[in-house]
């Protein structure tokens, strides 16, 4: 029987032998068994063995996990009830309805997608498994069937024959159990696909829509307020119980969505981890003592946010969710701006006056009020009379603000001004919110009121993230600076205060996108910047568009920041800390200077679409041009960059060129300034100081060797002058005694005095020390009643 068996396995493997032949020829190539047609009958035993472990191998693959026989068990009854729901009868009219349903349909579809994107991602993975696992199974087959026939046509013993049989039917086996699971997966993918295109259309249906509900508020969609009130039933109560059920449905979405989200949670869980561990720190430091290293700092209500480390870092944790989660539902979004809200005003109370402390619970009571009107709205009449009690306190609160003038505590003078200038466009919104909803204008006013009141908290936060982000700049430049012993107070004041102005420039940007984006203008300005940008004419053969003008001006503007970034981090960081060769850092900070700008140039060149050739040909003419007319800027250039190289002066040298004598103060491409002892400063072209006499006092040795010159009576002790002039000047600090130690010597006789000459060495204060020499040694004579000669006149009476 058994022989039976196999001979009729063995026809029907032979019978299909010629359907695989095609497909095993195309992957036979891939497989182990790649050598031969057929197994050697003296080698099928080891063979067999080895083929053995690979099929336990490959079962061990294609073994179904726990989470693909979940997603075979779930599909029919998941789909059965998004069909369910896509026979909601609300599409067949969606334009009438709220447009709050129409964003919940939208954000439940967007987790139903979620889960289907994955399933169809973890399904496709799977089917690439069996792809590979099956061209192997089939070449194995081809193998084993032709090394059976092989065996056949040789007559190998039955044992050898019966074995090859055991093995194509193991392989025929699991290439069965892989198909059926094949066919198994390719069915759920393919329900699982149709699902998705399904969805994407009903969803493109709601976006429609949902656009329609933004773009077209200018029309009259609800009856008089007045007309309403006498029409319909004023019924708090129910209003109530509706608010209390749109918020379940809220939080059930906001659930939901966290919950298919659940490897984005984990990343923001790290997250969270990390901003606490950073903020903790500096609280920690602030606790005992050694946070501030300016005791200014300690009363400056801008750092009292440290005190506040869960506020703070729940500020900085809800900044990197709307980093980390990509375009959530505006549900979870609005739910997320709401719970932060108790974190803002927590870090506003240490900043703003206790003055505006009522003005700033009055405006948080009407942010929720009007998150609550958002969640419910509608036509109906107490969402009407709910809207037009928020704009009219808000009117008023506004206009108390405007009043008052009460943004003193804003440091920032632009920005202070800018709010002033805002607020009656505020004021103004409010007022145009409250009139329409009263004349109807219902879907008009609700814009405006959610509008204005999201541009209002978007204002707040990012005045809050600024003290935030600007304070921890401050405070680690600050401390950064009382542990660098090289670092110079002036450029840390300045590194400070660019970094601080650009960050509150970003901040104020990104208020300005998310206020566009509030009104829906973000969108067209878009476009319509697209559209300048691609505008283009025809310079030659050259195509000049607005946007390479734009990418030019960019790129020279980021060449300058860079120079001047590059040149204070030199300065700063690198030549202070390290002392290097005479000439060496101005040689460095030249050639990089010069590297930047003539590669910054090249690039922004390229941008405007100018070739090499074109570069080369610009540059030859410019060389003509230069040869002729420019050739003594060429020359100063040349000549800069030369004194670059060869370092005869460098910034801080006193110098003599052409009797100007100073201290040299830059070094620039075409000129260089001197600074004289009169505190004049003087332009002297670069060429001046290669082709004329330069006279450098601090080239090799800032040492300098001075002269004082003293006349005594006749009557006056030679060595008692000399000793006083030596002593005298040894005294002095500045005096040095290398190379030399002060030398008074006595030059010889006048006609009516005694001549002494001091010479001594100074490196610095020259000006200053010689005096106090000179005065010095005046004094200590005239103590000792030492004399100063006198002219003595002969007197010739004529008779």
Same mark, same amino acid.
């Given at each position: ?318 900044? &990197?969710? =709307?980093?980390? $989660? ?6 979870? /979004?609005? #739910? @997320?701006?709401?719970? *932060?809200? +108790? %974190? ?21 009571? &009407?942010? =929720?009020?009007? $998150? ?6 509608? /036509?109906? #009449? @107490?969402?009407?009379? *709910?809207? +037009? %009690? ?36 505020? #004021? ?372």
């Amino acid at each position: 029987m058994i022989k039976i068996f196999y001979a009729l396995l063995l026809t029907f493997v032979f019978a299909n032998a010629s359907l695989y032949a095609q497909e095993v020829t195309s992957t036979i190539n891939s497989t182990p068994e790649n050598i031969k047609p057929f197994i050697k009958i003296d080698n099928v035993a080891f063979k067999a063995v080895d083929v053995q472990k690979e099929l336990l191998i490959i079962s061990e693959k294609i073994r179904e996990s726990k989470r693909i026989v979940e997603i075979h068990d779930v599909i029919p009854s998941y789909l059965a009830s998004i069909e369910a729901l896509l026979q909601n009868p609300i599409y067949e009219a969606l334009e009438k309805q709220n447009v709050n349903v129409v964003r919940k349909e939208i954000t439940s579809w967007d987790v139903y997608l979620k889960e289907l994107k994955t399933w169809a991602a973890d399904l496709d993975a799977r089917v690439a498994v069996y792809n590979k696992n099956s061209k192997i199974l089939n070449a194995y087959s081809k193998l084993w069937t032709q090394t059976h026939i092989n065996a056949d046509q040789n007559e190998a013993p039955q044992v050898i024959e019966d074995h090859i049989a055991n093995v194509i039917i193991e392989i025929e086996l699991l290439r069965n159990k892989l198909k059926v699971q094949y066919d198994t997966l390719l069915t759920d993918a393919n329900y699982v696909i149709n699902s998705i295109s399904k969805i994407d259309q009903s969803v493109i249906k709601l976006r429609n829509t949902e656009d329609f509900f933004e773009t077209q508020i200018f029309y009259k969609n609800g009856l008089p307020l007045f007309t309403a009130l006498q029409e319909h039933q004023f019924t708090p109560v129910d209003y109530i119980t509706n608010i209390v059920k749109a918020f379940q449905e809220k939080y059930d979405i906001f659930r939901i969505y966290h919950n298919s989200n659940q490897d984005i949670v984990v990343k923001l869980i790290i997250a969270c981890l990390a901003v606490l561990i950073f903020v903790f720190y500096f609280y920690y430091l602030h606790r005992i003592n050694r946070l501030f290293v300016q005791e200014s700092s300690k009363s400056d209500k801008n750092y009292i946010f440290i005190t506040r480390p869960i506020a703070t870092a729940l500020i900085i944790t809800e900044l &990197l969710f =709307f980093f980390i $989660y990509d375009n959530p539902p505006k549900i979870v /979004f609005q #739910l @997320e701006l709401l719970v *932060l809200l +108790l %974190a803002v005003f927590r870090i506003l109370q240490a900043v703003v006056p206790s003055s505006l402390y009522s003005s700033l619970y009055i405006y948080g009571f &009407l942010y =929720f009020l009007a $998150y609550v009107e958002t969640f419910t709205f509608g /036509f109906s #009449l @107490e969402n009407r009379i *709910l809207n +037009l %009690a928020i704009n009219a306190t808000l009117f008023i609160l506004l206009y108390k603000l405007y009043k008052n003038r009460v943004f003193g505590f804003v440091k920032h003078e632009v920005m202070r001004n800018f709010i002033y200038k805002i607020l009656p466009l505020f #004021l103004l919104l409010s007022f145009v919110a409250f009139v329409t909803n009263i004349y109807g204008m219902v879907l008009l006013s609700h814009r405006i009121s959610e509008g204005l009141f999201r541009t209002l908290y978007a204002g707040i936060l990012f005045y809050t993230l600024s003290i935030i982000l600007v304070g921890y700049v401050v405070i680690n430049l600050r401390r950064r600076v009382a542990t660098a012993s090289y670092l110079l107070e002036k450029y840390s004041q300045k590194l400070e205060n660019i970094i601080s102005t650009l960050i509150k420039i970003w901040l104020f940007l990104w208020w300005i996108i998310v206020v566009l984006k509030i009104f829906s203008i973000y969108e067209p300005m878009m476009n319509l910047k697209d559209k300048v940008l691609e505008y283009s004419w025809l310079i030659g053969k050259t195509t000049v568009s607005v946007n390479a003008i734009v990418d030019f001006i960019t790129i020279a503007i980021g060449t300058w920041v860079l120079v001047t970034f590059l040149q204070m981090i030199l300065k700063v960081e690198i030549f202070a800390r390290y002392k290097l060769p005479r000439g060496f850092p101005t040689a460095i900070s030249t050639v990089l200077n010069y590297i930047i700008v003539i590669s910054g140039t090249i690039i922004a060149f390229s941008s405007l679409g100018i070739t090499s050739a074109q570069f080369s040909i610009i540059f030859g003419a410019l060389g003509v041009g230069f040869g002729f007319g420019l050739r003594n800027i060429i020359a100063n250039f040349v000549s800069g960059i030369i004194m670059v190289f060869e370092r005869p002066i460098q910034i801080g040298d006193t110098i003599e060129v052409d009797k100007t004598i100073g201290t040299v103060q830059k070094i620039g491409t075409r000129a260089s300034s001197i600074k004289t002892f009169d505190g004049s400063e003087v332009i002297i072209p670069n060429a001046d100081f290669i082709s004329t006499q330069v006279i450098n006092w601090t080239l090799s040795d800032e040492r300098r060797r001075k002269e004082l010159l003293f006349k005594v009576d006749y009557d006056s002790d030679i060595e008692k002058v000399l000793s006083i002039m030596s002593s005298i000047a040894i005294q002095h600090p500045d005096v040095l005694t290398d190379p030399d130690a002060p030398l008074a010597t006595f030059t010889g006789f006048g006609e009516y005095y005694l001549e002494f000459k001091l010479y001594f060495w100074l490196s610095d204060n020259l000006i200053v020390a010689q005096s106090d020499v000179a005065i010095g040694i005046y004094k200590k004579l005239k103590e000792e009643g030492i004399k100063m000669p006198l002219p003595k006149h002969k007197l010739i009476k004529e008779a």
